[in-house]
């Protein structure tokens, strides 16, 4: 049985589900799998890139899969080699041939690479492809304060979405205060911080103990509590489903702050800082 999702509405007007599925790295027949039993479990925001190389996997899982068009919500990023205005316009299109679909829900600048610093180029050409239909709402990834700035001053379009590295090791708060003054929605990739030492946490563990519930879904549940919406990625059916049974349970002012205090500097999984990383 598929479990009901809430649903949050961005700053255009579209939702999206409060809890998403991570398609990183799903490819090739074992992710047209895994994506159509995360479907089946109830996922409908579906996250993939062109530096993914599975949005032609996803694709085909959408396609297999039963659901309506219209109940999925599918994700594609721009990569950091095509942000000129011309190949980003055109790497839209060719995302979608990839996936075989007429329009993306979002789309999402990947990384800011502001030594390239041609990311409001990029950003020009999600605008117009928006206009054009390609894509129902667009958005960033891993932008800092300084990056949306600069794109919302010189278009006058903010992002309905940021997706940053979110989870307890990294709480990214003042990020997340900086997206939620400017309407803009905050998403978690590596939510579950990559399945590191955050999932034998002592803190979590004792706070899952007392809940009842698995490291994984208290994590979890801090993410929908927080108001981000994390991205979580399994290969394995029982953990897609144990990752979204979130909405029975709820974690005390405490837990929450508890969990916050987890945050560590250097607290990323694998030392990506927006402001110097180039990911082509
Ligand atoms: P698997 O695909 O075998 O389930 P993140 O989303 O932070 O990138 O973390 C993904 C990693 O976490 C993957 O290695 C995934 O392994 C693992 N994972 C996902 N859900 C769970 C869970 N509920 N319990 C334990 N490990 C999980």
């Known amino acids: 049985m598929s479990i009901e999702i809430p649903v949050r509405t961005l700053n255009d007007g579209?939702?999206?589900?409060?809890?998403?599925?991570?398609?990183?790295p799903l490819t090739g027949r074992h992710g047209v799998e895994a994506i159509g039993n995360a479907i089946a479990a109830g996922y409908r925001l579906l996250d993939s890139a062109v530096n993914y190389e599975n949005e032609g996997t996803l694709g085909e899982a959408v396609r297999a899969?039963?659901?309506?068009?219209?109940?999925?919500?599918?994700?594609?990023?721009?990569?950091?080699?095509?942000?000129?205005?011309?190949?980003?316009?055109l790497t839209v299109q060719e995302s979608l041939y990839r996936a075989g679909l007429d329009y993306y829900d979002l789309y999402l600048i990947h990384?800011?690479?502001?030594?390239?610093?041609?990311?409001?180029?990029?950003?020009?050409?999600?605008?117009?492809?928006?206009?054009?239909?390609?894509?129902?709402?667009?958005?960033?990834?891993?932008?800092?304060?300084?990056h949306l700035e600069r794109i919302v001053d010189e278009t006058g379009v903010t992002p309905s979405v940021n997706q940053i590295e979110l989870h307890p090791y990294f709480p990214q708060a003042g990020q997340r205060a900086v997206d939620a003054g400017l309407g803009i929605v905050t998403e978690s990739w590596s939510p579950l911080g990559r399945a590191n030492a955050l999932l034998s946490d002592p803190t979590i563990a004792a706070?899952?103990?007392?809940?009842?519930?698995?490291?994984?879904?208290?994590?979890?549940?801090?993410?929908?509590?927080?108001?981000?919406?994390?991205?979580?990625?399994?290969?394995?059916?029982?953990?897609?489903?144990?990752?979204?049974?979130?909405?029975?349970?709820?974690?005390?002012?405490?837990?929450?702050?508890?969990?916050?205090?987890?945050?560590?500097?250097?607290?990323?999984?694998?030392?990506?800082?927006?402001?110097?990383?180039?990911?082509?």
């Open 14 to 24: 579209t939702t999206l589900p409060t809890v998403g599925f991570g398609t990183y």
């Open 65 to 89: 899969c039963g659901v309506d068009r219209d109940q999925l919500r599918i994700t594609s990023k721009l990569p950091g080699r095509h942000h000129d205005f011309d190949e980003a316009m």
């Open 111 to 146: 990384w800011p690479l502001p030594k390239q610093g041609k990311y409001v180029a990029a950003w020009k050409a999600l605008v117009a492809a928006q206009r054009d239909g390609l894509i129902r709402s667009i958005g960033v990834c891993n932008f800092l304060p300084e």
């Open 207 to 280: 706070l899952a103990r007392e809940h009842g519930r698995t490291i994984a879904q208290v994590i979890l549940r801090w993410h929908v509590q927080l108001g981000a919406v994390p991205l979580p990625k399994s290969s394995d059916p029982q953990r897609q489903r144990e990752n979204l049974a979130l909405f029975d349970f709820e974690l005390t002012d405490e837990d929450m702050a508890a969990i916050s205090a987890l945050g560590r500097p250097d607290g990323r999984t694998t030392g990506q800082d927006p402001a110097v990383y180039e990911e082509f």
